[in-house]
């Protein structure tokens, strides 16, 4: 390794480890590193922001953009509210009823918003109806967030690590569609299922506290109607322009960009804002984190490490998509899986490559993706879902401990890596 | 003159407290703002009286007006008491409530454009250790102001 390369690495892995402890803030972390990289001539410069692979991933960040503008205008008109109050009420305050249809309406709404978005917008409610039921509000918050994290994999646009993945690997909203939506469905129920042994000890009715869940208006969560049937129209054409992707030929970060102008236009509403609705940060890290990644690229170290991973798979493809999927669901469980993944999709991207046919590197990619999704239920920091749910729970009085998430969050991570394997198996490889 | 010279006593809250209690204090003693000190009554945060409510109204509601909304009358009067067993400790993080403080030789233009900048009706003295002497209110600091200057000629 030559010592650039070495250099590259070092700054890298500090890096990293400052974000997966979360001593520092992590936006100033990846900051601080791609300017050390930048400062050292580690990264090509001129092609920062130019270059797809050896710079910042436009398409990544544009299309977060337009989905957190679109988001941040969908939730101002009160249907996750109604809905989730509905809910409440149907379940008439029975515990598994009542966490099955919070579960279902989070892993609903997340293959089309973010994580983090749709956690905020179903907590609050949660710890609402709980409160009025008196019963502890961290059961229901954790499956929450467990089915979150379910959900958000089945799309493109459901989780930040299927993003990075659809845009280095060229797949698109529909190949997610067919790859992934059917074993996450699969997975969900099965996870509901699990639901009933796992919370069981935690469950307690209140029968005589169900009149104050009825009490709870939904309808007047909507106020304006016709503003919600414009939104949700835009909604719909922004997931059929990313379904035409293959007719169409537009990226989905134009797509969404597009789908954020319209939503604006037809909100009426500041522009200001809107932009209030975006997260920043979050858009910065991705920025800081491409470029950290870049420097690893330009200076060979991402080679290094494709090649030994290519050498050491030779032709038992099975077997890398097994590391692949194991590998992942792990190391994504104790480091944040947005940069787990924004780091290995280069080494993915080298091993795809030489796959003998196109449908076993993709069957590798599907493998990636399945891993990393699901190790954010791995332990409390894994996604950042399970931050802002610890969060919420906290500042609320109903403090959730590391332990007590990770230890259903562990044995959720297992089932779900374990039927995407058979489901790798059975589907690419058998 | 200077701030001790305006600076007068009030009630102060432990950031121990529960959150209930501190607005008690507050709204009893008709305060325009919480102190909150920590045991060696050095200031931890001033919370202005606009800014109580911030404390008050669950994060829940505030963040989502349309949650807010679904709650009835009869619960909507009573949404403080949701904030159970928090205490005034428990917001402590909050850059918002960064105590705004002045030492006690601190001219009156100080004080106001601390208050200015804080958009803050109540300041803070404090002595060389940082632990607290005194409060400056708007209404003293105004008063203050309004007997030093001279007579303004009437047209």
Redesign the interface.
């Known amino acids: 390794m030559t010592l650039s390369a070495t250099a590259a690495l070092a700054i890298f892995v500090v890096a990293f480890v400052l974000i997966a402890t979360e001593k520092v803030d992590k936006v100033k972390v990846v900051l601080i590193a791609a300017g050390a990289m930048a400062l050292l001539g580690l990264i090509p410069g001129d092609e920062v922001f130019f270059s797809e692979h050896e710079g910042i991933d436009w398409n990544v960040i544009f299309l977060l953009l337009g989905m957190m503008i679109i988001v941040g205008i969908i939730?101002?008109?009160?249907i996750?509210?109604?809905l989730a109050?509905w809910a409440a009420k149907r379940s008439r305050g029975r515990p598994y009823r009542l966490l099955v249809m919070l579960m279902a309406i989070t892993a609903i709404a997340s293959p089309f918003l973010d994580n983090v978005t749709t956690i905020?917008?179903v907590?609050?409610?949660t710890?609402?109806v709980c409160?009025?039921l008196q019963i502890p509000a961290q059961p229901y918050l954790i499956a929450e967030v467990l089915a979150s994290n379910i959900g958000g994999a089945a799309t493109l646009i459901g989780d930040p690590p299927n993003i990075i993945i659809g845009s280095r690997a060229g797949l698109s909203f529909n190949d997610f569609l067919v790859h992934m939506t059917p074993i996450v469905v699969i997975i969900f129920a099965a996870f509901t299922l699990l639901c009933w042994p796992l919370f069981r000890r935690s469950f307690r009715y209140n029968p005589d506290r169900v009149a104050?869940v009825m009490?709870?208006?939904?309808s007047?969560?909507?106020?304006d109607r016709a503003l919600l049937a414009r939104c949700l129209a835009v909604l719909a054409l922004v997931i059929l322009g990313f379904g035409l992707h293959s007719v169409l030929h537009v990226e989905p970060s134009i797509v969404a960009l597009l789908g954020a102008g319209a939503m604006i236009l037809v909100a009426r509403t500041e522009v200001n804002d809107v932009l209030k609705e975006v997260e920043w940060p979050t858009l910065v890290f991705f920025m800081g984190l491409f470029v950290m990644v870049g420097g690893l690229v330009h200076t060979g170290v991402i080679e290094t490490f494709g090649g030994w991973a290519v050498e050491t798979v030779g032709d038992n493809f099975f077997g890398a998509a097994t590391a692949l999927l194991f590998g992942s669901a792990v190391l994504g469980a104790f480091f944040d899986n947005i940069p787990y993944t924004a780091t290995m999709a280069p080494i993915v991207e080298g091993l795809a490559a030489e796959a003998p046919d196109p449908g076993t590197g993709r069957a590798l990619w599907w493998s990636f993706a399945l891993g990393a999704d699901f190790s954010g239920n791995g332990t409390a920091v894994a996604a950042s879902a399970n931050v802002v749910a610890l969060g919420?729970a906290a500042?609320?009085?109903q403090r959730i401990s590391f332990w007590e998430f990770t230890r259903y969050g562990i044995i959720v991570t297992l089932l779900t890596t374990l039927m995407a394997w058979g489901y790798v198996y059975l589907r690419y490889f058998a | 003159m200077q701030a001790r010279d305006i600076a007068i006593q009030v009630p102060t809250v432990a950031t121990g407290d529960p959150v209930a209690r501190t607005v008690q204090v507050m709204a009893l003693g008709r305060l325009p703002g919480l102190i909150v000190v920590d045991e060696r009554r050095r200031p931890r945060m001033v919370v202005p009286g606009t800014q109580v409510l911030r404390i008050l109204v669950?994060?829940?509601?505030q963040?989502?007006?349309?949650?807010a909304?679904?709650?009835?009358e009869?619960?909507a009067d009573l949404f403080w008491r949701?904030?159970?067993?928090?205490t005034i400790g428990?917001f402590l993080d909050s850059r918002d409530f960064r105590p705004a403080t002045v030492r006690e030789d601190a001219t009156l233009l100080e004080v106001a454009a601390l208050m200015a900048r804080r958009c803050t009706p109540l300041v803070v003295v404090v002595d060389r250790d940082g632990t607290l002497t005194g409060a400056v209110t708007l209404e003293r600091l105004l008063g203050s102001l309004a007997l030093s200057t001279p007579d303004v000629p009437e047209d």
């Open positions: 939730k101002q008109t009160g996750f509210d109604y109050i905020m917008l907590a609050p409610v710890l609402v409160g009025r104050e009490a709870l208006q939904e007047r969560a909507i106020t919420i500042r609320n009085g | 669950p994060n829940s509601y963040e989502d007006p349309a949650l909304r679904t709650v009835d009869a619960h949701e904030l159970g067993g928090l428990d």
